[in-house]
């Protein structure tokens, strides 16, 4: 139990084009997805947390016109890199946490990342 | 200070040996805490959580928490090269929203 996806999970895209990136919680709804943001031999950086039919709340200094997060169902979020530039190539890594009943409330399970070059 | 620290290494261990992960954590992290496990370019594994002062064992990997002293800690018995890999130490930061807060993450090697 407890599995995350996401996709693609690899992108390659052109300065000024958008990128739309999903994360899903397959076997457990999730009442709030985080996105993280990893650059080569770096810890991960909490972008913004996402709860269902809500707005997200963003990291200071995280632009959110840039990153537009969407999180329209109990299993699904999106994040959309708009105007990606070569500065935004980075590993994006989405996690879920269970909500009500699902389970372990305290844990996050983090999905299997995606890969941007932004060239 | 930062949140929740981590000795970043690289941490060189031989393969059968205990390998010793370390953490401190600050006023503003909350007492629920998680090791996760991250090969290079892969994202991050669930290891352990605690949340209680003490031990906690599973299988060949051992959470220790001591609130007092503000420190978690994992131990990796009989280790093995699969283990080599980052260990991020993760904590909740205070507040509502529940954020997992990360340590920079130790790199450890197991030597064949």
């Known amino acids: 139990g407890a599995v995350v996806s996401q996709h693609p999970s690899r992108v390659i895209c052109k300065s000024g084009t958008s990128v739309k990136i999903e994360c899903r919680s397959l076997?457990?709804?999730?009442?709030?997805m985080f996105w993280y943001r990893q650059f080569p031999k770096q810890s991960l950086m909490l972008m913004a947390t996402s709860n269902e039919g809500s707005k997200a709340t963003y990291e200071q200094g995280v632009e959110k016109d840039k990153f537009l997060i969407n999180h329209a169902s109990l299993t699904l979020s999106t994040l959309t890199v708009t105007s990606a530039h070569p500065e935004d190539s980075s590993f994006y890594i989405c996690?879920?946490?269970?909500?009500?009943?699902?389970?372990?409330?305290?844990?996050?399970?983090f999905g299997p990342g995606t890969r941007l070059l932004v060239l | 200070q930062k949140e929740v620290e981590q000795n970043s290494g690289p941490l060189s261990v031989p393969e059968g040996a205990i390998a010793s992960l370390n953490c401190t954590y600050s006023?503003?992290?909350?007492?629920?805490f998680f090791w996760y496990r991250q090969y290079s370019g892969k994202s991050p594994e669930l290891i352990m959580s605690?949340?209680?002062?003490g031990d906690k064992e599973d299988g060949r990997f051992t959470a220790q928490l001591n609130k007092a002293s503000q420190y978690v800690s994992l131990l990796i018995r009989d280790s093995q090269p699969s283990d080599s890999a980052t260990y991020l130490c993760a904590g909740f930061s205070s507040g509502s929203a529940r954020q997992l807060t990360f340590g920079s993450g130790t790199q450890l090697t197991v030597l064949p």
């Open positions: 076997d457990f709804q999730a009442t709030t």
């Open positions: 996690s879920a946490r269970p909500g009500g009943t699902s389970g372990n409330q305290e844990t996050q399970y």
């Open positions: 605690i949340y209680s002062n």
């Open positions: 006023d503003r992290v909350s007492q629920s």
